[in-house]
Antibody, heavy 121, light 107 residues
Framework: EVQLLESGGNLRRPGGSLTLSCAASGFPFRTYAMSWVRQPLGKGLEWVAGISGSGDLPYYADSVKGRFTISRDNSRNTLFLEMNSLRRDDTARYHC???????????????WGQGAPVAVS | DIQMTQSPSSLSASVGDRVTITCRASQDISNFLAWYQQKPGKLPELLIYAASTLQSGVPSRFSGSGSGTDFTLTISSLQPEDIATYYCQKYDSGPKTFGQGTKLQIK
């Protein structure tokens, strides 16, 4: 079974830092690009950051560029999101998701973990 | 970065109505466009990819069209279970930006 399990969510003051982790299982992790998507309570989806399967190509939404860093450890099947200079508008539930577009295994697009809650206040 | 703009932001329609939601990209994204449905309290589910290809198991009343910068999601005959928020997402190179969402309600 394909699973994504996010952890590390917490309460932080504005300006603080936090690192989220996402443990992946049930699929060839290293061959898939991955992304972080966030959703504030009652609001829309926002794509935050993505990274290639090899980990050498990260990319970011303008709203987090320069503050967040996405990385991965393919030996541990784990995705990370390091968040610095946190702002109140970073408050959201953060989900890691699989980017299935290159490999074409579209069933993986519907695999979402329950997310990690981040509150900045 | 390429921006994705959906319209309308909310929509109220009757059961059986034909419903159309539009998504516009600020630059050409070819057909690298997906549509998701998110029902209240649930996680998003993929409806359509490659602008017009229906994901397995999705009812045939859903369809997608468009390429380049302008895309549409159509529900041919609205059903009560279609109450949800719908998002478009670009998935060409770089940021995989979502539209801001269209909240669909039953009139």
């Amino acid at each position: 079974e394909v699973q994504l399990l996010e952890s590390g969510g917490n309460l932080r003051r504005p300006g603080g830092s936090l690192t989220l982790s996402c443990a992946a299982s049930g699929f060839p992790f290293r061959t898939y690009a991955m992304s972080w998507v966030r959703q504030p309570l009652g609001k829309g989806l926002e794509w935050v950051a993505g990274i290639s399967g090899s980990g050498d190509l990260p990319y970011y939404a303008d709203s987090v560029k320069g503050r967040f860093t996405i990385s991965r450890d393919n030996s541990r099947n784990t995705l990370f999101l390091e968040m610095n200079s946190l702002r109140r508008d970073d408050t959201a539930r953060y989900h890691c998701v699989i980017d299935p577009w290159i490999q074409g295994n579209l069933a993986l697009a519907n695999v979402w973990g329950q997310g990690a809650p981040v509150a900045v206040s | 970065d390429i921006q994705m703009t959906q319209s309308p932001s909310s929509l109220s329609a009757s059961v059986g109505d034909r419903v159309t939601i539009t998504c516009r990209a600020s630059q050409d994204i070819s057909n690298f466009l997906a549509w998701y449905q998110q029902k209240p309290g649930k996680l998003p589910e993929l409806l359509i990819y490659a602008a017009s290809t229906l994901q397995s198991g999705v009812p045939s009343r859903f369809s997608g069209s468009g390429s380049g910068t302008d895309f549409t999601l159509t529900i041919s005959s609205l059903q009560p279970e279609d109450i949800a928020t719908y998002y478009c997402q670009k998935y060409d190179s770089g940021p995989k930006t979502f539209g801001q969402g269209t909240k669909l309600q039953i009139k």
